[in-house]
């Protein structure tokens, strides 16, 4: 049974970047041919794809924060991980893993950490 956990700070001034893990259990990222999701959701707004890599290590982003994100992996860990620079207020959201992307409905990806709260302030 595939199990996905975030991790990181839930809390993040304003114009720092946002470091957060998602380590995989009971399955590899590397195996083929599933990709693996950053997804967030602001407040009293619906779910929103940031990116995805790839089980060979292909990352895809979301173009309207493309220039602000990068998704990489360490395959030893069983961990991806997402950074998201020059933060605001905007960007505070729950942030989710999942299992699934980087096409189709994120409503639709099979297997999802329990999401972790970022909020931005100074």
């Known amino acids: 049974q595939v199990q996905l956990q975030e991790s990181g700070p839930g809390l993040v001034k304003p114009s720092q970047t946002l470091s957060l893990t998602c380590t995989v259990s009971?399955?590899?990222?590397?195996?083929?041919?599933?990709?693996w999701s950053w997804i967030r959701q602001p407040p009293r707004s619906g779910l929103e794809w940031m990116g995805a890599i790839s089980y060979d290590g292909t990352s895809y982003y979301s173009p309207s924060i493309k220039s602000r994100t990068s998704i990489f992996r360490d395959t030893a860990k069983n961990q991806f991980s997402l950074q998201l620079t020059s933060m605001t207020p905007e960007d505070a959201a729950v942030y989710y893993c999942?299992?699934?992307?980087?096409?189709?409905?994120?409503?639709?990806?099979?297997?999802w950490g329990q999401g972790t709260q970022v909020t931005v302030s100074s």
């Open positions: 009971g399955g590899s990222i590397t195996t083929t041919y599933y990709a």
């Open positions: 999942a299992r699934g992307g980087p096409l189709g409905d994120v409503r639709e990806y099979d297997v």
